[in-house]
Antibody
């Protein structure tokens, strides 16, 4: 059974960098079939996929256009986890952030518990 | 980007009655290589992450009651709850995993009448 455990701060000021981590148990961040994703949810934007990292002989990343200039998703093989960094946050980035596994070429089958990130001065 | 549009935005159904939620994608999510629709349905309750109910448009996730079913192909899909139970009160989302960026419908809030 796969379990994803999120960690990271919930309150930030504008212009700071959001950093969240998703620790994986029951699978490997280096899996050759899964991908590791970040998704956020807010009343104004609904469920919004932000990006992913995955390993297929080498590491790949894909990012949503809406955040592409500000986002980095990195794997950490030594700790079997992956992280989200979002630079220069504004109140528009206030949302619940989820990490999620996409198994193979399928849907998001496992989700983290969610982290409410509030951006406020 | 593939835009997912659900209808209605909210729905009130009596206990034991049928609930139907529709989802339309702006382009087909049917993959010709395997004849599968890359469409999933999720249920979300307050304070919880979305939980998958249906994938490949009509395959029920293990543990999901058989009163919940999915149908459709190409661009038009339906989630049906044949006999509404109290525990079905939630927000439901459709989701396409055909292509990046992966996208979701805006959600349908299901309540008891």
């Amino acid at each position: 059974q796969v379990h994803l455990q999120q960690s990271g701060p919930g309150l930030m000021k504008p212009s700071q960098t959001l950093s969240l981590t998703c620790a994986i148990s029951g699978d490997s961040v280096s899996s050759s079939s899964a991908s590791w994703n970040w998704i956020r949810q807010s009343p104004s934007r609904g469920l919004e996929w932000l990006g992913r990292t995955y390993y297929r002989s080498k590491w790949y990343n894909d990012y949503a256009v809406s955040v592409k200039s500000r986002i980095t998703i990195n794997p950490d093989t030594s700790k079997n986890q992956f992280s989200l960094q979002l630079n220069s946050v504004t109140p528009e980035d206030t949302a619940v952030y989820y990490c999620a596994r996409r198994g193979g070429y399928q849907h998001f089958d496992y989700w983290g518990q969610g982290t409410l990130v509030t951006v406020s001065s | 980007d593939i835009v997912m549009t659900q209808s209605p935005d909210s729905l009130a159904v009596s206990l034991g009655e049928r609930a139907t939620i529709n989802c339309k994608s702006s382009q087909s999510v049917l993959h010709s290589s395997n004849n599968k629709n890359y469409l999933a349905w999720y249920q979300q309750k307050p304070g919880q992450p979305p939980k998958v109910l249906i994938y490949w448009a009509s395959t029920r996730e293990s543990g999901v009651p058989d009163r919940i079913g999915g149908s459709g192909s190409g661009t038009d899909f339906t989630l049906t709850i044949s006999s509404l139970q109290a525990e079905d009160v939630a927000v439901y989302y459709c989701h396409q995993y055909y292509s990046v960026p992966f996208t979701f419908g805006q959600g349908t809030k299901l309540e008891i009448k």
